[in-house]
């Protein structure tokens, strides 16, 4: 995509390093100069957003380790010192647990614009499939963070979450004892996790780079989902959307700075502000809020072990979308009769949430519908989306007429501003 | 999965959450959610349901984005706790040093000091090596302003065995730990002293308590009037003892909420004027392009 390269070296010393490892070329080829399609709108920022998180939670989590103690019986004290007596370390660790919370709102966002756009399609199915490896390792990454704290919601999700391996028959109960490294949620089952959660972001990273290498190479899918032409379809990376990811980073940021400044807590569990404590559990147990959508597939399912199957199929299918969706269209701007799909999609996702976050025997608002059958719907139609909508639609629908190029169909719509493609 | 069996056993106890009008209904009729969970019949020998009251709203000065603590109900706050809950409650995070710094009750050093060696706490071994006095009671020394405040109880056991089997917990974090946080204390500690719903058999040892899940609580009233004398000669009516308590306690949990959203503050500002630089650079460097 990024075609030959145009980097002079201009000076002995760039020349000389140019020969030996050509890392200013690089940069120079894939930052500044890069062609990326002139149409990308806002929902093409958090790809910048998520690696300005993944950083953020990098350094602030290497800091709160240096405070940190992972042992049952001091690791919730060595977060109360955190809080109250290491130098900005409520900052640090506000950051940290809301930066958590960010990260998957952002990475939500993308993965539905991914969906909508048609961006899992050829040649993008690895860039996809890169995608949600990393999103399935930010997933088992934020689990175990939780538990790090040591609070009541922390050990007991971790408890409920290993002891869904339990529901395999015969090997269950010997899998859930590795996993703890030992016959219950204790300080050999933190430390681990302590382990765990400080190594996969770097495994992270390493994805990251995987992931920007296949979006490198046929380059950015666009809201059009047509491919770039023609020269006069794209804008060098550099300024166009290093300012552009900057502005609407920052604009996510101030949302970010709410939480952290003004609302830390709201989005944790009081519970957690308790002391870990085997002996007690909690009311309820409801997980962190970026969980909830999978929460109420896993207690849609009256029996166990099939529940828990429909919970790693619900996260397993994402793997399998560019071979599912048989449409010849990418994007869902042509695609009339998927568009609305997908937006019952995006809503069947909050509602997923939503019952999730209820107790298992509530009812809907004032009525007495039970939410527990909402949920089934709503897992029904997750699937469903996934299984059946995509394949089907994709084959059944007309599309609109795509335009013939991005460029004409960008510029034709303000043909009174000065055209210079570069 | 174990969520789901809890909740059903503490239901057939209390009802959970207030608002809903739902709650008088029996016990839900639908199918259980998970298959560990035994299908929700109407319970067989309901306790008498207590509806738990929302928590009573305090409009505390530390609310909202600009709210900060009262220094003098901070002080008075302490002043509560350490005469009458001190008696009963731990706090165990919070050190005597804590006192004097800012955003906190901002005692002085010199009352920070005089405050603390009022306190025994355990010693290291002495030169003999020995923790232990002749009576085999622990060495003790006087606390210093870098000692957290002594519990009351040495503990779990002690302390249930002195409150009726009941266990009175730490309050360093509590204002957090409890959902509707200050408000939610606020209401408990004013709540006392109201008819229980007819029918309604108050356990042995239990009081009737409106806003405490199930509606009874092991914690006997804890203030009445002139409970403590404040020095600054403020009344001293349950009520403003219970709104300085859990001011005190809001800062025991949160003691960096002012330097938090001062920073926050300046940050919201930071960040609003660099969004609006880099609205105006995009604008600028797209300019005909889009």
């Known amino acids: ?422 | 999965m174990i969520a789901a069996v809890k909740r059903l056993a503490c239901a057939l106890v209390i009802v959970a959450a207030a608002s809903v009008p739902a709650l008088t209904q029996e016990a839900a009729p639908e199918p259980p959610a998970a298959s560990a969970v035994p299908p929700a019949s109407p319970p067989s020998a309901p306790a008498v349901e207590i509806e738990t009251l929302p928590p009573r709203s305090g409009n505390f000065t530390f609310e909202g984005p600009f709210g900060t603590f009262d220094r003098a109900a901070l002080q008075r706050g302490f002043q509560v706790y350490k005469d009458v809950c001190a008696a009963c409650h731990s706090l165990q995070y919070i050190a005597f040093r804590h006192l004097a710094e800012e955003g906190g009750p901002s005692l002085s050093e010199d009352q920070v000091r005089a405050l603390a060696v009022a306190y025994r706490v355990p010693a290291g071994p002495n030169e003999q090596g020995q923790t232990i006095d002749a009576n085999g009671q622990p060495l003790m020394r006087p606390a210093t302003p870098a000692d957290h405040i002594p519990p009351p109880f040495p503990n779990e056991q002690a302390a249930r065995a002195s409150n009726n089997g009941a266990l009175p917990p730490d309050l360093s974090l509590i204002v957090k730990a409890r959902l509707g946080g200050a408000d939610y204390l606020y209401s408990i500690l004013t709540g006392y002293g109201q008819q229980p719903p007819a029918g309604v058999t108050v356990g042995s040892g239990r009081f009737y308590n409106p806003y405490f899940r199930g509606g009874q609580i092991a914690m006997p009233p804890p203030l009445n009037p002139d409970s403590v004398t404040y020095a600054d000669g403020t009344m001293a009516t349950v009520e403003q003892e219970a709104r300085d308590v859990v001011t005190f306690l809001s800062w025991a949990a949160d003691p960096k909420m002012e330097e938090r959203k001062r920073t926050g503050f300046s940050v919201m500002i930071f960040l609003l004027v660099l969004a609006s630089l880099l609205y105006f650079s995009y604008q600028r460097v797209w300019y005909g392009r889009h």
């Open chain 1, 1 to 422: 995509m990024s075609g030959p390269s145009t980097y002079q070296p201009k000076t002995g010393v760039t020349r000389w390093l140019d020969s030996r490892l050509p890392i200013i070329r690089f940069t120079h080829d894939h930052v500044l100069t890069f062609p990326t399609p002139r149409n990308l709108n806002v929902w093409y920022t958090f790809g910048a957003i998520l690696a300005f998180f993944l950083g953020l939670q990098i350094a602030t989590g290497i800091v709160l380790a240096m405070h940190y103690t992972p042992d049952a019986e001091r690791a919730f004290d060595s977060i109360e010192h955190i809080m109250r007596d290491v130098n900005s370390g409520w900052l640090i660790r506000y950051l940290h647990s809301n930066g958590a919370s960010m990260f998957f709102l952002a990475v939500y966002i993308h993965m539905f614009r991914g969906l909508y756009y048609g961006s899992y399609k050829a040649p993008r199915e690895l860039l996809w499939i890169l995608g949600v490896l990393l999103y399935t390792l930010m997933i088992l990454t934020a689990f175990l963070g939780y538990t790090l704290p040591w609070g009541q919601m922390s050990f007991w999700a971790a408890t409920v979450i290993t002891s869904l391996f339990s529901a395999l028959p015969g090997i269950g109960e010997p899998i859930v004892q590795w996993l703890w490294g030992g016959f219950g949620v204790d300080s050999p089952t933190l430390n681990r996790f302590f382990s765990l959660h400080y190594l996969l972001p770097f495994v992270l990273v390493g994805l990251v780079v995987l992931h920007i290498w296949a979006l490198h190479v046929p380059g950015n899918n666009n809201p059009l989902g047509i491919d770039v032409k023609s020269p006069r379809d794209t804008v060098p990376f550099h300024p166009y959307y290093t300012v552009k990811d900057f502005f609407y980073l920052t604009c996510f940021l101030i949302l970010f700075a709410y939480f952290v400044f003004f609302a830390p807590e709201a989005l944790s569990s009081p519970e957690n502000s308790e002391h870990a404590n085997p002996i007690v559990t909690p009311p309820e147990i409801v997980p962190e809020w970026y969980f909830l959508p999978f929460y109420t597939v896993l207690r849609s399912i009256p029996d166990k072990l099939t529940g828990v199957i429909a919970l790693f199929a619900a996260l397993g299918t994402l793997f399998f979308v560019p071979w599912l969706d048989l449409s010849k269209v990418r994007s869902a701007r042509f695609r009339p009769v998927y568009k609305q799909f997908f937006w019952i999609f995006v809503a069947d996702c909050l509602i997923l949430g939503y019952v999730g976050a209820n107790p298992v025997d509530a009812t809907l608002l004032n009525t007495s519908i039970p939410l527990v059958w909402i949920g089934r719907i709503a897992t029904l139609y997750y699937f469903a989306f996934f299984l059946v909508i995509m394949p089907l639609v994709g084959k059944l629908e007309r599309p609109n007429p795509l335009p013939d190029s991005i460029a004409n169909s960008v510029l034709s719509n303000a043909p009174h501003r000065t055209e210079s493609a570069t």
